[in-house]
């Protein structure tokens, strides 16, 4: 397995590019090949989250996002481009649509922001470059994430917020808003990178406010001044990426 890191990557863009002329599309596809998430393209990923096997395979257009769980049905929860469905020991079970909603959409989310910033530049994603901030003494571009309704999901709603470093475009942090069940705000904080195969993943540690009516856009300054509460930690465990041809 090799691991490495893109430096002569980022030597370019540094030389082609000064930090005035960068838009919200340059930013980010400068961070979507920082990152070499165009690889995921055509690859199979699997890794481990709490306790739980996921399994991504993409080739040709055609995506298959897996979770196995650990149990004595070898069930198996499968994504693909024409659907939801659920195997147990190898045949497809039946699900109430609510249920099934529920898991594909967990799924869903797991593979999402593993594969961060991958998908940034699907057809129903809308960016916007807002005011650049420093967070710990670092320069970042920030960039607002929004959904059009066609093609985003049942929760196009959602904003998202992302901190690209502008020393290396790496993506350090990311906050969401969103509205089902009761709806909130999350702020995560990147940590343990790591480069797999040209494929670069992180950890994150996981934030809310403490207060819960707050202007989301100032989520930056609260983190800075100490005034989240850390949640959980987002960790992934036993990675491993096979590129496919």
């Given at each position: ?107 869903n989310s797991v593979h999402y922001f593993n594969q961060l910033p991958y998908g940034l530049n699907d057809p129903a994603v809308q960016k916007k470059l807002l005011p650049s901030v420093s967070i710990k003494g670092k320069d970042y571009f920030k960039v607002e994430i929004t959904f059009s309704e066609e093609g985003g999901g049942v ?91």
């Amino acid at each position: 397995m090799k691991i490495y890191f893109p430096f002569l990557f980022l030597l370019l863009i540094s030389c082609n590019h000064t930090k005035t002329d960068f838009t919200a599309q340059k930013i980010i596809d400068n961070a979507v090949e920082t990152a070499g998430a165009d690889l995921y393209e055509n690859a199979e990923v699997t890794f481990t989250f709490r306790n739980i096997i996921y399994k991504s395979v993409r080739q040709n257009k055609q995506f298959s996002l897996q979770r196995i769980l650990p149990d004595t049905l070898n069930t198996i929860d499968i994504l693909t481009n024409e659907g939801f469905y659920r195997l147990q020991k190898s045949e497809r079970v039946s699900l109430p649509d609510s249920l099934a909603f529920r898991y594909m959409e967990s799924v869903n989310s797991v593979h999402y922001f593993n594969q961060l910033p991958y998908g940034l530049n699907d057809p129903a994603v809308q960016k916007k470059l807002l005011p650049s901030v420093s967070i710990k003494g670092k320069d970042y571009f920030k960039v607002e994430i929004t959904f059009s309704e066609e093609g985003g999901g049942v929760d196009f709603e959602d904003i998202f917020l992302y901190w690209i470093s502008k020393d290396d475009f790496t993506v350090d942090y990311l906050a969401y808003q969103f509205f089902t069940n009761e709806g909130g705000i999350r702020f995560r904080e990147s940590y343990n990178p790591r480069v797999i195969e040209g494929i670069r993943f992180v950890d994150y540690k996981n934030f809310r406010p403490k207060e819960k009516d707050i202007d989301f856009y100032k989520i930056d300054e609260l983190f800075e001044n100490d005034e989240l509460v850390e949640l959980s930690l987002i960790e992934t465990e036993k990675i491993t990426v096979r590129l496919l041809k």
